[in-house]
Each structure stands twice: as C-alpha cells, then as structure tokens.
C-alpha cells in the first residue's frame, strides 16, 4: 500500500472514513468516580479526530462489567452524556468513533465492583493476572460461576 493510498478515503460498510487509518483502543483511566468520561477525555479524543476510525477505549456496558479503577462504562444517563460530549467533538472535527464495549468477567477485583461482589465469569477459577485498584497493581479476585439461571438473555 501506498502512503497516498494510506491516506485515501474508505468505505467501511455503510461508513466512510477519510482515510484508513484506525486508533485502537488504549484504556486511559480517566472517568470519575461515576464512571463517566471527563472534559480531559473530550480533548483527547478530539485531537485524534483526523484518524479515520477512532476505536475508543474499553467501556463496560453494567456496573458488574468493570475490571480496572477509572474506567468508563455506558450504562448510566451521566455516562452516556459524557459519551456524547465526545463523540460531538470527533464529529465536528468530521471524525468517525466507536465504543469498544466490555464486561472483563474474571479479570476483575471485588473492590472495583458494586458491594464488594466477587467478579462474575463462567467458572469459579481464578485468572493468573493482575488489576489495578485503590492500592495499586493487585491479584485479581477469586470469580463467582454464574448459574443458568442468573444468565439474561436478550434478542436484537
């Protein structure tokens, strides 16, 4: 490929990108303590905005979702108008952004999650991996399998 084609517009599907350069997700940990995306994160964003996909960071999609201290989700009403700040700024910059959506399952600590809970995952077996909390770089904790039954099920 060629730098000018490099820098050429793209179909992608029903999107077109003006060029074919796409950001990947890089985690920032910048939300506040609601989880919600910051003024700091607009300007970021913002300033990659001539990237012609912007694939924003890991954004968990339930409070359960959550695997490392400050990062966002887009479950809640002031999560989501933090989203649109964002994507307002990308867009009058005339840039194309999307969410990387995650629930990170076992690689998660019970601090990061609502009422201490264990994290959630298909197995009660601990993942070899770390996380970072209030206290730094810890061991993640031990995951509740979910049942069957706690599994809800949604059909587009």
Known sequence: MTIHA???PYNLGNLTLNNRCVMA???RNRANAG???VDINVIYYE???SAGLIIAEATQI???GQGYISTPGIYSEG???GWKKITNAVHQKNGKICLQLWHV???SHSELLPNNMAPQAPSAIRA???TFNSKGLVDVSDPKALEVNEIKFSFL
């Open 6 to 8: 490099l820098y050429s």
């Open 128 to 130: 070899k991996a770390k």
């Open 79 to 81: 999560q989501i108008e």
């Open 47 to 49: 300033q990659r905005a």
């Open 35 to 37: 989880r919600e995306p």
């Open 25 to 27: 997700p890089l985690t």
């Open 62 to 64: 339930c409070p359960e």
């Open 105 to 107: 399952g076992r690689i």
